[in-house]
């Protein structure tokens, strides 16, 4: 791993990661194409590290909103920190499921097997993608119909039963390169009828608290990764940090640009991006990537 795969790696992360279009699909064909090996844990660690960048760009870009709506009050905070709370369990309960069952039958048959080494399959990447691209293209379509134009209702926050469903949704996201976090919780959350402002905000206020836990679990899996040394530790966290920098600038860039096209109902095109997106990875996979 070199610095300028990670520089590579750090803008197409931190464009694709803050934009519904899954950015670890698109971060692992990087790697793919630059003859990295996506599921190793200095890549996987690589990776959590430039989503730590982009969610410190979701904090820098969304405090202000946070702090006129979730900060306004002490009542207010406790009421979101309460459906956080319980769509980040919902998630939780729902990944860890999937992610055992993935390793107790798509990995039986690999010793000392993790859901990372299912991360550069193509193969269930192009579907995970494909996925994804229907539900963002079904909430865009629905908001399209003259029938979605209505008033916004009196709320700041989504409802206790909508938090535990875009939960559940978030947890899906999680054992599957290509299912796209936030493209997953913001469509969820506009089919539900969360108005997209708040749909947008919620979800990224996820992405904020669910970052770190994941972060300690890949350093963790790295300090335990056979055949690596001090010296290669220290490089490895060198080159992670610069990359989260990098992912940092490019995240706020990737934001400015989602809420744009979020509130200009264009949001039904990045589900057409990811079906596009979908043909293309499963056509290198079928070229031998």
Same mark, same amino acid.
């Given at each position: 791993?070199?610095?300028?795969?990670?520089?590579?790696?750090?803008?197409?992360?931190?464009?694709?990661? %803050? %934009?519904?279009?899954?950015?670890?699909?698109?971060?692992?064909?990087?790697?793919?194409?630059?003859?990295?090996?996506?599921?190793?844990?200095?890549?996987?660690?690589?990776?959590?590290?430039?989503?730590?960048?982009?969610?410190?760009?979701?904090? /820098?870009?969304?405090?202000?909103?946070?702090?006129?709506?979730?900060?306004?009050?002490?009542?207010?905070?406790?009421?979101?920190?309460?459906?956080?709370?319980?769509?980040?369990?919902?998630?939780?309960?729902?990944?860890?499921?999937?992610?055992?069952?993935?390793?107790?039958?798509?990995?039986?048959?690999?010793?000392?097997?993790?859901?990372?080494?299912?991360?550069?399959?193509?193969?269930?990447?192009?579907?995970?993608?494909?996925?994804?691209?229907?539900?963002?293209?079904?909430?865009?379509?629905?908001?399209?119909?003259?029938?979605?134009?209505?008033?916004?209702?009196?709320?700041?926050?989504?409802?206790?039963?909508?938090?535990?469903?875009?939960?559940?949704?978030?947890?899906?996201?999680?054992?599957?390169?290509?299912?796209?976090?936030?493209? /997953?919780?913001?469509?969820?959350?506009?089919?539900?009828?969360?108005?997209?402002?708040?749909?947008?905000?919620?979800?990224?206020?996820? /992405?904020?608290?669910?970052?770190?836990?994941?972060?300690?679990?890949?350093?963790?899996?790295?300090?335990?990764?056979?055949?690596?040394? /001090?010296?290669?530790?220290?490089?490895?966290?060198?080159?992670?940090?610069?990359?989260?920098?990098?992912?940092?600038?490019?995240?706020?860039?990737?934001?400015?640009?989602?809420?744009?096209?979020?509130?200009?109902?264009?949001?039904?095109?990045?589900?057409?991006?990811?079906?596009?997106?979908?043909?293309?990875?499963?056509?290198?996979?079928?070229?031998?990537?």
């Amino acid at each position: 791993m070199s610095i300028l795969n990670v520089l590579i790696l750090a803008i197409v992360q931190g464009l694709a990661e %803050l %934009l519904p279009v899954s950015s670890s699909a698109h971060v692992v064909v990087a790697e793919k194409l630059l003859g990295l090996d996506p599921s190793s844990p200095p890549m996987t660690l690589l990776l959590v590290m430039l989503h730590t960048g982009t969610m410190f760009a979701v904090i /820098a870009y969304f405090w202000r909103q946070w702090r006129s709506t979730y900060f306004k009050s002490m009542g207010s905070f406790k009421a979101v920190a309460g459906r956080i709370v319980l769509a980040t369990l919902v998630t939780g309960i729902v990944g860890e499921v999937i992610i055992k069952i993935l390793e107790k039958t798509a990995l039986k048959d690999v010793p000392h097997s993790e859901i990372e080494d299912l991360f550069g399959h193509l193969e269930f990447i192009a579907p995970a993608l494909a996925a994804a691209g229907l539900l963002i293209l079904a909430a865009g379509l629905l908001e399209r119909r003259p029938a979605a134009v209505a008033p916004a209702p009196a709320t700041n926050d989504v409802s206790v039963n909508q938090a535990g469903i875009i939960g559940f949704v978030q947890g899906l996201c999680l054992p599957f390169r290509g299912f796209s976090r936030s493209g /997953a919780t913001i469509s969820s959350g506009m089919l539900l009828g969360v108005p997209k402002p708040l749909a947008e905000r919620f979800s990224f206020a996820l /992405a904020v608290v669910l970052t770190p836990p994941v972060v300690v679990r890949e350093v963790l899996r790295l300090r335990h990764a056979p055949n690596l040394h /001090a010296g290669e530790l220290s490089s490895v966290a060198f080159l992670c940090l610069f990359g989260a920098f990098l992912a940092f600038l490019a995240g706020l860039v990737a934001l400015k640009w989602l809420s744009r096209w979020l509130e200009s109902g264009r949001w039904y095109l990045f589900g057409c991006y990811c079906l596009l997106a979908s043909v293309a990875v499963t056509l290198l996979h079928r070229a031998g990537y």
